[in-house]
């Protein structure tokens, strides 16, 4: 079996490995932007090129493949998938249409209100900046800006975290409309995040175990929001913060939106479904949602992932998902980032950094925005490797993780705060008293 991957992250490296892992003979091609030397090790074919659906399109057929897996949300915002199938060529991944669950921020609120799924919190859409102020006034200056398309995690601006006042807050709005752009105000809303990510193959849907990302740069949860720095899950596949109830609502939900996707398009979506959940005094809400692997979440709950993923691609494929054998080991896992140092404002490019110091009994190691060349392993700007660890005691991986992450050398820097004892603590803390 001909498997095409597309894309050359950290996700991608263990997307390939684990399609790798498979007691299925196949044989695995990569589409990239850069070489990224763990995937390079797995793939019988590599091409670095321009990421435009010709090319893609050109290079599966080149090597007749059988399916695509489409890693990242920028070909899927393109209709890669559409593209290939008319070519009759399936891919693990939604359609374009689909796919707007992500791409346009605006397009998901609307579903939910539209299929009555109770997770919006409060919200307006905005093309100019009429009616602006007297919103910002209702919602008490506590109020959070999002602009509609894809940011790359980066976008999102917080009142009280990334400005300070009403009129701060109104200036990013002004410029972002002034470029021309579609701006979501809403409601900031109090709770702890968690991803909830399933496999879907348009009728049923198989989910993973819960995972928490760590946006902000620095520990303490402060500095600029980031693609994320890092993340967790435990080995009981949920969160300690969030209650079996918000854990079953979760999946309750991304069923829902599965449903309403289905109804509103007339199309199956097939590919990942991954809701960005906050449970919050008011009930479980939703930040967004995204039509792929989380990154770093992927590293998580593929980590543990026990069984078939070839097996598991051909039933989102196929329809047949819910024939398919899908189990995770109850282990936790911790996933930290080595970024470049001044990331994700300033970030350090074409240094080289060496990580054969780091224990692969230990730990594994999986790539992201790096260049391998003749010379080295050189930082193109942005999350450059991921170190993930996995136990069944959460802090022990932790432990792990980061000795291993200090053995990289070069200009990195990563969250040290990650999966620790204190944060955790201070998070079941927060929700303990939100609750009360």
């Not at 091409?47 to 890693?71: L, M, Q, R, T």
């Not at 299929?115 to 093309?127: G, L, T, W």
């Not at 080995?235 to 918000?246: Q, V």
Request: hydrophobic share 35%.
């Amino acid at each position: 079996m001909k498997i095409l991957l597309v894309g050359n992250g950290a996700r991608e490296h263990i997307i390939a490995q684990k399609l790798k892992d498979s007691p299925q003979s196949i044989e695995l091609f990569c589409f990239a932007s850069s070489n990224n030397p763990g995937i390079i090790n797995l793939a019988q074919g590599y091409k670095v090129g321009d990421f435009s659906n010709e090319n893609i399109i050109s290079y599966a057929k080149e090597n007749n493949v059988d399916f695509v897996f489409v890693g990242p949300e920028s070909p899927l915002e393109k209709g890669l998938v559409d593209d290939l199938e008319k070519v009759n060529i399936k891919s693990v991944g939604p359609y374009m249409e689909l796919a707007q669950l992500e791409t346009s921020k605006s397009f998901a609120r609307q579903l939910f209100k539209e299929y009555n799924i109770p997770v919006n919190p409060e919200f307006k859409i905005f093309e100019s900046m009429d009616g602006v102020e007297e919103w910002l006034l209702y919602l008490e200056e506590n109020f959070v800006i999002k602009p509609d398309g894809l940011t790359g995690g980066k976008g999102v601006q917080v009142s009280g975290d990334h400005f300070q006042t009403m009129n701060e807050g109104m200036a990013l709005i002004s410029k972002l409309i002034e470029n021309g752009t579609r701006v979501i105000i809403e409601e900031k809303l109090i709770g702890q995040e968690f991803s909830l990510m399933s496999f879907s193959d348009g009728e049923h849907l198989v989910h993973m175990p819960c995972a928490q990302d760590n946006k902000r740069a620095l520990a303490g949860d402060t500095g600029p929001n980031t693609g994320g720095m890092g993340s967790y899950s435990f080995s009981d596949g949920s969160m300690p913060f969030i209650s079996d109830k918000e854990l079953k609502d979760g999946q309750e939900i991304n069923l829902k939106v599965m449903k309403a996707l289905k109804e509103k398009t007339g199309k199956p979506y097939r590919g990942i479904l991954y809701g960005n959940f906050i449970a919050t005094k008011k009930g479980l809400k939703i930040i967004e949602y995204n039509a792929r692997l989380g990154d770093p979440e992927a590293m998580n709950v593929l980590s543990v992932f026990k069984s078939d993923f070839v097996e598991v691609c051909l039933g989102i494929i196929e329809g047949n998902l819910n024939e398919k054998k899908v189990e995770f080991e109850n282990k936790a896992t911790v996933c930290k980032y080595a970024v470049p140092q001044g990331y994700p404002e300033d970030p350090i490019k074409d240094e080289t950094i060496n990580v054969d110091s780091i224990d692969t009994s230990k730990v594994d190691i999986y790539y992201a925005a790096v260049d391998k060349r003749e010379d080295g392993i050189y930082l193109t700007g942005s999350r450059a490797v991921a170190i993930v660890a996995k136990h069944e005691d959460i802090y022990e991986a932790e432990r792990l993780a980061e000795e291993e992450i200090n053995n990289i050398i070069g200009p990195v820097i990563h969250r040290e705060d990650i999966g620790k004892k204190k944060l955790i603590e201070k998070r079941i803390e927060m929700m303990n008293k939100l609750k009360e």
